[in-house]
């Protein structure tokens, strides 16, 4: 049984969430539009000299993003460039091309931010950056470029953990008090922990193999879902939702994943290899050569959707159960947070509103804009740590990038002892 006690200083009480704090107008272009505020709930200084300022650097993967906001959330600028069209093109992300990609446009997006928000370097806080985990071809750009910034201006330096950073965005864009319970699910990520503070995480299960976000894309090119006039310019997880819309999921009836496991991590791989099978099974039927377009698709693509979703509700499902048994959380005023890529998915996002509501869990998701890869999440992670006082770094002279690095302190051996069994849901929606 995991121990109370131990955890007994991470619990607090949390405070009723305002869902009206959500931004209005967040449609508006954030590239050439004036300073949007997201957050009303923390105290602004009536002196604008004495405002914290911090710039968000990002370049984890395939977008390079930047941002300038002000300790009380204020997004002053923000500017990112996305390299989706190319990596359509070549089937999936090229390390070397991301890499240059972001080269190319670094300097141009960071400027962009600036020049934007009205703000000089020489003004600013504290210059934060994502230095992990993520693509180290990519990583190595932008850590780079902030090193040269910092020693340039001599600001301070704050090193991000890029599933922090969407982890905590929520606060950015919702009252949202710690602890609460966060699901990251992204082609990168698939990660169930407790955020119970700033850069204090309990990590309850993650992904064994590949992320849902990764096996979508794979199954969306191995569907040949570019060639799909209505999905040649999305990305493969965007085609899949698409395309799902149309299609009967109870036509194929994929096995449970990990149906056995009691625990809260995850695994993909196994449903792609089985969907991989079944393509090749159906072209053989209707006469085809890989590559052509399968007059099925639209029904696979449902029916891996909804074995994606049940799998994601099932293990957050058990996640809110532990959290609730062992007094991580408080059953009272609970909250679920959805971010990265994959939360986008309105699909998923009702099989975990069927997990929510069953479990008198609140459900929150951050903008879509703000799900997936940008620089004002790196911008808002590095204002809460500056506030906090927590890895503020001054007179680096070096700083090295983690391709891995793991989320908090891994308790999922001990969710796997608890062996909680879940109720079934109805998942019919």
């Keep these: ?83 989706v069209e190319v990596h359509l093109k070549s089937g999936g992300i090229v390390p070397p091309v991301a890499q240059q990609l972001h080269k190319e446009n670094i300097e141009k997006i960071v400027k962009e931010a600036l020049d934007t928000s009205g703000i000089s370097p020489n003004d600013l806080s504290a210059i934060a950056t994502t230095v992990k985990p993520g693509l180290p071809l990519s990583l190595g750009v932008g850590l780079e470029y902030s090193l040269r910034l910092v020693k340039q201006y001599k600001k301070p330096f704050i090193p991000i953990h890029h599933m922090e950073a969407h982890a905590l965005t929520v606060r950015l864009t919702n ?26 995480f309990l990590l309850l299960g993650q992904s064994l193999d590949i992320a849902p976000g990764d096996m979508l894309d794979k199954v969306a090119r ?50 792609q290899t089985n969907v991989t099978k079944l393509i090749m099974q159906k072209e053989m039927e209707e006469g085809l050569q890989e590559g052509q377009l399968l007059s099925s698709a639209a029904d696979i693509a449902a029916a891996v959707q909804h074995a994606v979703a049940l799998h994601i509700a099932r293990k957050t499902h058990r996640a809110i159960l532990f959290c609730i048994k062992s007094g991580i959380l408080l059953p009272t005023n ?7 890529g994959v939360a986008s998915n309105q699909y998923i996002r009702r099989a975990l509103q069927s997990v929510t509501d069953a479990t008198d869990f609140a459900l929150l998701c951050p903008p879509p804009r703000l799900c997936t890869d940008n620089g004002v999440m790196i911008a808002w992670n590095g204002v809460e740590r500056l506030r906090a006082g927590l890895g503020v770094l001054h007179n680096i002279e070096s700083f090295r990038y983690e391709g891995k690095a793991p989320l908090g302190i891994d308790i999922s051996a001990e969710v796997g002892k608890a062996a909680i069994k879940i109720p079934q849901l109805d998942m019919t929606f």
């Design 1 to 83: 049984m995991f121990s109370v006690q131990l955890l007994s200083r991470h619990v607090y009480v949390q405070k009723t969430l305002a869902m009206d704090s959500i931004i209005r107008g967040i449609s508006k272009s954030v590239r050439h539009g004036q300073a949007v505020c997201l957050r009303s709930f923390f105290s602004q200084s009536a002196n604008h000299s004495a405002r914290k300022l911090v710039l968000g650097i990002e370049t984890s993967c395939d977008d390079t993003g930047a941002a300038v906001l002000d300790d009380s959330g204020n997004i002053l600028g923000e500017a990112l460039h996305s390299q």
């Design 175 to 200: 009252q949202v008090e710690f602890p609460f319970l966060v699901l990251l699910i992204s082609g990168g990520h698939c990660i169930l922990a407790v955020a119970q503070g700033v850069s204090d």
């Design 222 to 271: 191995r569907l040949s879902l570019t060639k799909h006039l209505d999905c040649c310019s999305i990305t493969g997880g965007k085609a899949i939702e698409y395309l799902a819309q149309k299609g009967n999921r109870l036509n194929y009836n994929l096995k449970p994943l990990m149906k056995h496991h009691v625990n809260c991590n995850f695994s993909f791989s196994g449903l």
């Design 334 to 340: 609970a909250t679920l947070v959805v971010s990265g």
